[in-house]
């Protein structure tokens, strides 16, 4: 979210008075003025600090994964941004990646799904996504994501910056996970000798390229071809995605951004291929959440999907942690 330093100056005004109302919405849940709703199962709150991408949907799809493989039953409670008819992209995403292993919960009232889905049948673990905010709901665990690519010292409160909370709020987490910890260097080891307890990095990790409308197949990159590749994305961070596809090696001749969340129409679609045709692309490269947008719209030229997952660092100290703090707070609340 780029903000013209003019603009910044006349909206700080706003932000201050945004930052007063959500210390005080805050205050009003931790005073018991406001009363939070409490599902069955355990809830885990997956969020940030900011608006833009951080990477909790890889985060939630990471969560999922390792509950599964633990005979745990599993549900994501989502917002649904931006999207309709009870799904949206990133819905989709996870439901594509995890293929009916887990129950959705789509909507406005996270708390109204998971008694719906609980009435349905037993859920262990709720994964709230994008819930650090959504305080309505009660939750066991608060896992805070920071993206380390963007600094937010300095940064300011919506809507003179990206901020949706003060810095301080921070405090609430019972785990913090800076994503992207492989485009800073050193940011491991500065996380080391942060007092603040527990804290994590992780990095994206590449997992391979599937074929556009052909399944859900990986290829490696050798696979995929030498290209030239003409990349695309509508992401709340594109310029983390061109990276990323630089660090792959990757050999790209253009590219080409749109608005996060976009919903691609077959003009977009001729648009980008003509732009990858006067680069002399011989192959496209797109995001697994640009793949959901693209409504299964005819693509001609070869077009490949970046499929990522997190790698957190210490992995297994995560874990250890992760699961100590369910079982104290599941045993505090018993």
């Not at 969560?63 to 949206?88: C, D, M, P």
């Not at 859900?216 to 003409?230: A, N, R, V, Y």
């Amino acid at each position: 979210m780029n903000v013209h330093p003019l603009l910044r100056m006349l909206l700080w005004p706003l932000s201050l008075l945004y930052g007063a109302a959500a210390r005080a919405r805050v205050r009003m849940y931790q005073k018991g003025w406001l009363n939070q709703k409490r599902l069955k199962g355990t809830v885990i709150s997956v969020g940030n600090l900011t608006v833009g991408g951080t990477g909790k949907t890889p985060m939630v799809i990471w969560l999922a994964e390792k509950f599964l493989a633990q005979g745990k039953r599993v549900a994501i409670l989502s917002r649904g941004y931006r999207g309709s008819n009870g799904s949206s992209d990133e819905v989709e995403l996870m439901k594509f990646r995890l293929q009916g292993r887990i129950a959705f919960g789509v909507g406005k009232d996270r708390f109204a799904e998971g008694q719906r889905l609980e009435s349905q049948q037993p859920i262990d673990i709720f994964l709230l996504d994008d819930g650090f905010q959504h305080l309505q709901l009660a939750r066991d665990l608060d896992i805070l994501l920071v993206d380390a690519s963007r600094p937010m010292h300095g940064e300011r409160l919506l809507p003179a910056g990206r901020l949706r909370e003060p810095l301080s709020a921070m405090g609430r987490a019972n785990l913090v996970v800076f994503t992207r910890a492989e485009t800073v260097p050193g940011t491991s080891e500065a996380i080391e000798k942060l007092p603040q307890s527990p804290v994590f990095s992780a990095a994206t990790r590449l997992l391979g390229f599937r074929r556009y409308g052909n399944g859900t197949q990986l290829q490696s990159i050798q696979e995929i071809g030498t290209g030239p590749f003409f990349a695309f994305c509508g992401l709340g961070n594109p310029h983390a995605f061109f990276r990323d596809v630089q660090t792959w090696d990757l050999k790209v001749c253009g590219q080409a951004v749109f608005a996060d969340h976009h919903r691609y129409t077959q003009r977009d679609v001729l648009s980008i291929q003509e732009a990858g045709k006067r680069a002399g692309a011989k192959a496209f490269v797109t995001t697994e959440k640009d793949a959901q947008n693209l409504c299964a719209l005819k693509f001609e030229a070869p077009l490949y999907v970046a499929v990522i997952a997190l790698l957190v660092s210490p992995e297994t100290d995560f874990h250890n942690i992760l699961d100590r703090l369910l079982a104290a707070k599941i045993g505090a609340a018993a």
